[in-house]
């Protein structure tokens, strides 16, 4: 019988603790939403700048190299799935006989 106090004691403690961490979580969001006058996008530009997913194009160097970097990788992507594609669509169709 202690063991199952324990257990339901243990539960809502964590539950508690997950509640106030989502408390917490939601309150960051919004304040952030707030600070960038509710603009969604506006908010996930800053969030790549500070994390370096996406870096500032000063030059026109830059961003003929980051145009360059994404077009080798739609090159690549082509390379694989053309082969791909290709062989799916020139497939052998074979007759199944049909009997009376």
Not at 25 to 36: D, I, Y
Not at 39 to 59: I, N, P, V
């Amino acid at each position: 019988m202690s063991d199952n106090k324990s257990s339901k004691r243990v539960s809502a403690i964590m539950l508690g603790l997950g509640t106030i961490v989502v408390l917490w979580v939601v309150a960051a969001f919004v304040g952030a939403l707030h600070h960038t006058n509710w603009q969604f996008g506006e908010l996930a530009r800053q969030y790549m700048l500070a994390t370096g997913m996406m870096k500032s194009l000063h030059t026109a160097v830059d961003f003929y190299t980051h145009i360059k970097g994404i077009e080798y990788l739609i090159c690549v992507a082509f390379f694989v799935a053309f082969p791909i594609f290709f062989k799916y669509v020139n497939k052998e169709k074979r007759t199944v006989p049909v009997s009376k």
